[in-house]
């Protein structure tokens, strides 16, 4: 159909621990998504603002996006344990702020018609957060207002099967105490009315990827054509 007809993308949000291939699973969506004449994407889960060459071209973002100012603060953080300390209160809305900076690319590329696939999005955000120790009520407002996605995809993978996959990295937060109550408040926050009518799906990500991969591309072709037609994007409340 023409231009001025087309229907808009989805947003495509995949979730969940360190090590349950949701970076590896966002690739292979994307390339399994842009195959067959559409633009092709960058084979590494790097930020690619969306241009305006071409409609339908799906992209890989990730969050936190540390490539902007707020990210470079977030990555300074979490990158090395003798950065200065960053209250909790004051990490959670700068990592919300970190979302809210790419909030209106998002929404142009949806408006156009292309879908985004996001690394990590406002889940990550509150439950990382309540895992610190903050109220789950009192970290969702500020990511209110944010595109809503169409359909979430949390990996769920086994500690003994995450383990097996490789030792924790240096960063903050991986190691498995805070793991463990991450796993507990993503269980806590999906429960929640206030994110229960999210399209949340959970994936077995114990079993090798190329199976975790056709069960994602079976969903989201569907709600990639559910929402071509739907007039809006809409927003986080
Ligand atoms: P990454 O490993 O996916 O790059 O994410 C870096 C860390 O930041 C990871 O431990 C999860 C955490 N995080 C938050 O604490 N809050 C957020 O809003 C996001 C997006 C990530
Ligand atoms: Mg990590």
Redesign the pocket.
């Known amino acids: 159909r023409p231009a001025f007809m087309m229907g808009r993308g989805a947003l495509i949000v995949f979730e969940g621990l360190?090590r349950s291939g949701?970076?590896t699973q966002a690739q292979l969506l994307a390339r399994a998504l842009t195959e067959g004449g559409k633009d092709v994407l960058a084979p590494s889960p790097v930020q690619r603002p969306p241009s305006d060459d071409a409609a339908g071209v799906e992209y890989v973002w990730?969050?936190?996006d540390?490539s902007t100012h707020i990210g470079q603060t977030?990555n300074t953080y979490?990158s090395s344990k003798d950065a200065e300390p960053l209250h909790p209160r004051v990490?959670?809305l700068l990592?919300?702020a970190?979302?809210w900076e790419r909030a209106e690319a998002i929404r142009a590329a949806l408006v156009a018609g292309r879908s985004v696939i996001l690394?990590?999005?406002?889940y990550?955000?509150i439950v990382?957060?309540c895992s610190l120790g903050l109220e789950l009520d009192w970290c969702m407002p500020p990511d209110a207002g944010l595109p809503r996605p169409d359909v979430v995809c949390f990996l769920s993978v086994s500690p003994e099967v995450a383990a097996r996959r490789g030792e924790f990295g240096l960063?903050?937060?991986?190691n498995t105490e805070m793991q463990r109550r991450v796993r507990d408040n993503f269980e806590r926050l999906f429960a929640h009315t206030a994110v229960s009518d999210h399209n949340i799906h959970n994936f077995d990500a114990d079993r090798e990827m190329q199976a975790v991969h056709r069960d994602i591309v079976e969903l989201v072709q569907r709600v990639i054509a559910n929402v071509a037609d739907s007039p809006s994007t809409s927003v986080l409340s």
């Open positions: 360190d949701k970076s990730r969050f936190p540390r977030l979490l990490q959670h990592f919300s970190n979302r690394d990590r999005y406002t990550s955000g990382y957060s960063e903050r937060y991986e």
